[in-house]
C-alpha cells in the first residue's frame, strides 16, 4: 500500500479543523463531533449518566430552597416544584448538548434560588420573582449578542483561569464533604470532622468506602471509574438499607429504597406563571438591585464553570478560550428566563458536568444523554431518591481532586500570579461562593499590577470587572447608605 493509502481519508466537515480522522463515520459522530475530540459513544453516554448521577440531587434540593411562603403568603408547591425543577433542567441541558455540542449540563442554580428565597420573595409574589429570572436572563443574552460576556471571559488572565479551576475543585470536593456528612459546621470552630469532631453513621463510611474505591479504580485506570464507584456504592447502599443495617433516618437524603410506585404523571401547575410589573411597593431601585444580584450570581457562577469543566475537557486553548464558546454562554443565559417560565428559578450549567468529563465526555452528546434521563425523570421522580447523596458526593471530591491538577500550571514564584490564585482558591470554598472567588481573584490581580508599576498590562475589560466586583463586594453598605436597606 501507498503512503496516501495508509492515511485516514478527511471528511468535509473536519476542513480547517488540522485534524484527520475517519471517512465514513456515522451521522452521530459527525455532528457532534465525537472523533474530532478523540471521544467514543461509550464514552460520552458513561460521562452523560454520571453527570446526571451526581447532580441529580437538585430535584429534591431545589424544591425545597423554593419551599417558602412569598409576600403573600403563598407557596408552590413540592411536587410542582420537582416537575418544574427536572422540565428546565431537561429542556436547557438538550439545548447545551444538540446546540452547544458541549459536555454541560444544566439545572437550578443553587446561588440564584438562594438569592430569590432570601432577598426576593420576602417583598414579592412568587410570579414576579419568577419573572426577575426571566429578566436577568435576558439581559445575560443581550451581553452574548454584544459579544460582551465572551469578550470578559477571554479578558481574564490565563493563571487566573486555572487558578478558578482549582477554586472550582475545592469547592466540589467541600460540597461533597458537606453533603457526606463528612464535614459539619462546628460549635467552637467553624467546621468539624462529623457533628462533634468525629465521624458518625454508617452513611458517612460509605461515602469514605465509595471514595476510596473510586480512587482506587483511577488509580488501576480502570475506565469508568467515578460511575462504578457510584453504581457499587448505590448497591451496597440498597443492601445494608434492606437488611436493617441502617437506620432510615440516619441517610441524609432519605433511605435507598423505592417508595410507591415508580411512576408518578408531572404537574405542571406553575408552568407559565411569570407576573412583569406590580413592583410599586418595592419601588424601582429594589427592582434594579434585584436584577443585578441575579445577573452576578448567574453571570459569573456560570463563567467560572464553563472555564474550569471547559479546561479540563480539553477543550479550551493555551489561551484558556473555548470554541463555541458564544453558543454555550448564550444557551446558559437563555437558562435564566427558561428556568423562570417553568417556575424552577434560573437555570445555569453547574459544576457537576465535570464528573461526565472525568469520565472521559468531550462532546454534546454527553449532555443530550444527561437531558434525556432528567426528561425521564418528569415519570421517574421517585427513583432519583435510591442514589443516597452519601454516594453522590464521593464523586464531587474525586473531582475536586482532579480539577487541582491545574496546580502545576501556575507560576508560584510570581507574586502578581500566586496572590490573585491563591485568593482565588480559597475564598470559593470559604465563602461557599464561586462569585465571591472570581471576584477577589479579580480586583487582587489589578490591585498588585498597580503597585508593581505595570498598570498598562491590564485590560480595559479587567478594569471593569474590577470596578463591578468592587460593587458587589459594597453591595450593601452601598444600599444602607442610599436607604435601600
Not at 120 to 129: D, I, L, N, R, S
Not at 309 to 314: L, R
Not at 332 to 347: H, K, N
Request: glycine share 14%; aromatic share 10%; net charge neutral.
Amino acid at each position: 500500500m501507498t503512503q496516501q493509502q495508509l492515511e485516514p481519508a478527511t471528511t468535509a466537515d473536519d476542513a480547517g479543523e488540522g485534524t484527520r480522522v475517519p471517512a465514513g463515520r456515522s451521522w452521530l459522530d459527525r455532528y457532534f463531533h465525537i472523533s474530532r475530540r478523540g471521544s467514543t459513544v461509550a464514552r460520552e453516554v458513561r460521562g452523560g449518566v454520571t453527570t446526571f448521577m451526581a447532580m441529580a440531587y437538585i430535584l429534591l434540593l431545589n424544591p425545597l430552597i423554593l419551599s417558602g411562603k412569598d409576600v403573600a403568603g403563598d407557596t408552590l408547591g413540592q411536587k410542582a416544584l420537582i416537575t418544574a425543577t427536572a422540565f428546565a433542567a431537561a429542556f436547557t441541558t438538550l439545548l447545551m448538548g444538540f446546540f452547544g455540542k458541549v459536555p454541560l449540563a444544566l439545572a437550578a442554580g443553587l446561588s440564584v434560588s438562594g438569592v430569590l428565597s432570601s432577598q426576593v420573595v420576602p417583598v414579592m409574589t412568587w410570579p414576579q420573582a419568577m419573572g426577575m429570572c426571566v429578566m436577568y436572563g435576558v439581559v445575560i443574552m443581550l451581553l452574548v449578542v454584544t459579544g460582551l460576556r465572551e469578550m470578559i471571559m477571554n479578558a481574564i488572565p490565563l493563571a487566573l483561569k486555572h487558578g478558578i479551576t482549582m477554586g472550582i475543585g475545592l469547592f466540589v470536593a467541600l460540597i461533597g464533604f458537606y453533603k457526606a456528612g463528612f464535614v459539619h459546621q462546628g460549635k467552637a470552630t467553624p467546621v468539624t470532622l462529623g457533628p462533634t469532631g468525629e465521624l458518625a453513621g454508617w452513611p458517612v463510611l460509605l461515602f469514605a468506602v465509595t471514595l476510596l474505591a473510586i480512587f482506587m479504580l483511577q488509580a488501576r485506570g480502570v475506565p469508568g471509574a467515578i460511575l462504578l464507584g457510584i453504581v457499587g456504592g448505590t448497591v451496597l447502599a440498597v443492601v445494608l438499607n434492606a437488611v436493617g443495617a441502617i437506620a432510615p433516618g440516619q441517610w441524609a437524603s432519605g433511605a435507598p429504597e423505592l417508595h410507591g410506585s415508580a411512576v408518578s404523571m408531572p404537574d405542571f401547575s406553575i408552568f407559565g406563571k411569570v407576573e412583569f410589573g406590580g413592583w410599586g411597593q418595592v419601588g424601582a431601585m429594589t427592582v434594579g438591585m434585584i436584577v443585578f444580584t441575579l445577573v452576578l450570581a448567574g453571570f459569573f457562577d456560570a463563567m467560572a464553570t464553563i472555564i474550569g469543566v471547559g479546561t479540563e475537557a480539553k477543550l479550551a486553548d493555551e489561551q484558556g478560550r473555548m470554541p463555541g464558546l458564544s453558543k454555550a454562554l448564550f444557551i446558559d443565559g437563555a437558562g435564566g428566563a427558561i428556568g423562570g417560565v417553568a417556575g424552577a428559578s434560573g437555570q445555569t450549567v453547574f459544576v457537576e458536568s465535570a464528573t461526565g468529563v472525568g469520565e472521559g465526555a468531550r462532546t454534546g452528546l454527553s449532555s443530550v444523554v444527561t437531558g434525556l434521563f432528567f426528561a425521564a425523570c418528569l415519570f421517574f421522580t421517585p427513583l432519583t431518591a435510591i442514589v443516597p447523596g452519601e454516594v453522590a458526593a464521593a464523586a464531587l471530591v474525586v473531582i475536586g481532586a482532579m480539577m487541582m491538577m491545574n496546580a502545576r500550571h501556575v507560576d508560584w514564584a510570581d507574586r502578581a500570579t500566586a496572590i490573585p490564585v491563591f485568593l482565588t482558591v480559597v475564598i470559593m470554598p470559604f465563602t461557599y461562593s464561586i462569585t465571591a472567588g472570581v471576584a477577589a481573584g479579580v480586583i487582587s490581580y489589578v490591585a498588585i499590577k498597580v503597585a508593581q508599576g505595570k498598570a498598562r498590562e491590564i485590560g480595559a475589560f479587567m478594569w471593569a470587572l474590577t470596578v463591578i466586583f468592587f460593587v458587589y463586594f459594597a453591595l450593601n453598605p452601598i444600599e444602607s447608605w442610599m436607604g435601600v436597606r
